[in-house]
């Protein structure tokens, strides 16, 4: 079943509204969760890195106060995009890194596709 | 530049046609290798994790195996069922986290049957 629980799985908002996309890991606490952002038939590439109880780490040219990033518990981060515009349109994914023996796994979630009209 | 490189980019395969699948990469110091599917839509879906030269990992119709410069994953008599987009993601020694992996663009593969 789903390690990483991602909502909504997609969105249509009007452009200048803001939207938030809620990622959760499920059984296991996530002291530290990854956005990555995939636009149509390219890679997925990291936005942030949200950390509980602290700030998130934002990768260089992606804008911190348009994408706010709150991870208020071991379980819980949320991605809020703010004042839409069209070109922030794209399909959003969250992970979370869990220990498996003594391996460390990324698991996703099942993304997020947002549309800005 | 840090880079991952797939190829092909499209594979085309029929219903128990053999084939691979290339990931190279170019990074100082790799910490591991993934390789993910994703359905059209979808989030990843992790398959295998590598992390030393010679190193190899099957599951089911899939293997993956890994050299100081490229990841191959071979499938073998593939069906339907294994049409998706595999992704190859590297993850570099003092990246800091594991979340902070370099994706490649993807092998969009169709099993015809």
């Known amino acids: 079943g789903a390690v990483v629980s991602q909502h909504p799985s997609w969105v249509i908002c009007k452009s200048g509204t803001s939207v938030k996309i809620e990622c959760r890991s499920l059984?296991?606490?996530?002291?530290?969760m990854f956005w990555y952002r995939q636009f149509p038939k390219q890679s997925l590439m990291l936005m942030a890195t949200s950390n509980e109880g602290s700030k998130a780490t934002y990768e260089q040219g992606v804008e911190k106060d348009k994408f706010l990033i709150n991870h208020a518990s071991l379980t819980l981060s949320t991605l809020t995009v703010t004042s839409a515009h069209p070109e922030d349109s794209s399909f959003y994914i969250c992970s979370a890194p869990r220990r498996e023996s003594t391996n460390e796994k990324l698991f996703f979630g099942s993304g997020t596709q947002l549309s800005v009209l | 530049e840090d880079q991952v490189t797939q190829s092909p980019e499209a594979l085309r395969l029929q219903e128990g046609e053999s084939s691979s699948l290339n990931c190279s990469y170019t990074?100082?110091?790799?910490?591991?290798l993934f390789w993910y599917r994703q359905d059209p839509g979808k989030g990843p879906e992790f398959l295998f994790t590598?992390?030393?030269?010679?190193e190899e990992k099957e599951k089911e119709r899939l293997k993956a195996t890994l050299t100081k410069k490229e990841s191959f994953l071979h499938i073998t008599a593939p069906k339907p069922e294994d049409s998706a987009t595999y992704l190859c993601?590297?993850?570099?020694w003092g990246s800091g986290n594991t979340g902070k992996l370099i994706f490649g663009q993807g092998t969009t593969l169709q099993v015809k049957p």
């Open positions: 993601a590297v993850q570099q």
């Open positions: 059984d296991f606490q996530a002291t530290t």
């Open positions: 590598l992390y030393s030269a010679g």
């Open positions: 990074v100082s110091g790799l910490r591991g």
